[in-house]
């Protein structure tokens, strides 16, 4: 199954805005994350097709997954 994948901010360093991703077995949040090799301290916000997700969400094909880092600053 495929899915679409926005990183935003920090994450987009060496991956882009926006991939594509294509899971076999497992398929979550959590399961993509870690194809991308995106450490799970640095997902701050998560969200599957405009809404909060949870990393072990169950992703339907077609499925749009935004991913936030931590945002510092003052």
Known sequence: ???????????????GREVMVELQEE?????IINQL????KDVAILMINGR????DTKLVEG???????PVGGG
Do not use: C, H, N, Y
């Open 52 to 55: 909060d997700g949870l990393l």
């Open 1 to 15: 199954m495929e899915f679409k994948v926005r990183l935003f901010a920090t994450l987009r360093k060496d991956r």
């Open 37 to 40: 090799q995106i450490d799970e």
């Open 27 to 31: 398929q979550t949040a959590r399961a």
């Open 63 to 69: 499925d749009i997954v935004s991913i936030f880092p």
